[in-house]
């Protein structure tokens, strides 16, 4: 047994079920499945443990600042504090191409917003030597973004949080201008996605410099998974995805700090804008925007 607490947040499905299932199948003593939807996140955890695993549950809603409270007063009461978080509740947007403000606001507040909820309310709780995985995604990559002011701007050493938010600004006021250039992008698919992502991944290193006391924050692109988000296309299983995320948060040496990883468990260098990233097989990408295309509102 190891006696650890852990907390997945959006983990009633896809990787975040995977993560939790195998951070109970590794030993871990406590492991927290948190879901927006109470009753999909108790189905889920009975579910697993008709599998004999033996997981619990918390209602958490990332992008409601009481429920986040709520979550952290009952830490604070019936725990010792944290030693594992999973940010991994994300939402991919309802656009292959282009995006309405609505949609994209959305997609950033859930992706990236919510972090500096959690940040705020959970990160005073994580003990030390705590770890924690921004769930991120190949699309969180700099080599995303054609636009060089943006590249130059978050790739600095001294990159802050105003520097961040200014950036889902400017793609936000872009688009509720219609002054948004599918140029600015290596790839004109999901771009709120894209924005949003980025933005967590930049933000994984300004957390690792201010945290302190022994803790780790890294970034994570898990893969190509055949979950719900991508319609059931992709490259891994949910079991296969679930591996590297839980080497980091149990087997990687803590000296890994403000990385992205991807999902071999190497490490990526997250300003390197010349990596050559492309590892998806063109027609399973191709069945996935055929799949997302259909149900495009």
């Not at 940040?119 to 924690?132: G, M, S, T, W």
């Not at 990159?159 to 004109?188: H, I, R, Y």
């Not at 804008?273 to 509102?297: C, G, Q, T």
Request: aromatic share 10%.
């Amino acid at each position: 047994m190891i006696n650890k607490v852990a907390v997945v947040t959006g983990a009633n499905k896809g990787i975040g079920l995977g993560i939790v299932k195998e951070l109970c199948r590794r030993g871990v003593s406590h492991v927290y499945l948190t879901a927006r939807d109470e009753k999909r996140g108790v189905e889920a955890v009975n579910n697993l443990k008709v599998e004999g695993y033996n997981p619990l549950f918390h209602q958490l809603d990332i992008t409601n600042e009481e429920s986040v409270i709520r979550f952290a007063d009952f830490i604070k009461t019936e725990l010792r504090g944290i030693d594992i978080l999973f940010n991994n509740a994300a939402v991919a947007g309802d656009y292959v191409t282009g995006a309405t403000y609505e949609d994209a606001k959305r997609v950033i507040s859930v992706n990236f917003d919510s972090i500096l909820t959690i940040e705020k309310y959970i990160f005073p709780l994580l003990n030390n030597n705590a770890r924690v995985i921004n769930v991120s995604s190949d699309l969180g990559h700099l080599s995303k973004l054609k636009n060089k002011y943006w590249i130059n701007t978050l790739s600095k050493d001294d990159l802050t949080l105003v520097n961040v938010k200014k950036f889902t600004e400017w793609f936000l006021d872009a688009v509720k201008n219609n002054t948004f250039k599918e140029e600015d992008f290596s790839l004109p698919y999901f771009l709120s996605y894209v924005v949003s992502k980025i933005a967590l991944s930049a933000y994984t290193r300004i957390q690792q410099k201010k945290i302190g006391r022994g803790i780790s924050i890294n970034s994570l692109h898990p893969g190509f998974v055949k979950t719900s988000m991508t319609k059931e296309t992709g490259m891994l299983t949910i079991e296969q995805a679930s591996d590297t995320p839980v080497y980091l948060a149990l087997d990687a040496d803590q000296s890994i700090k403000g990385k992205y990883i991807w999902f071999d468990k190497t490490e990526k260098d997250w300003t390197n804008i010349s990596l050559d990233l492309n590892y998806v097989n063109p027609s399973v990408f191709k069945e996935l925007l055929d799949r997302r295309a259909r149900e495009m509102p």
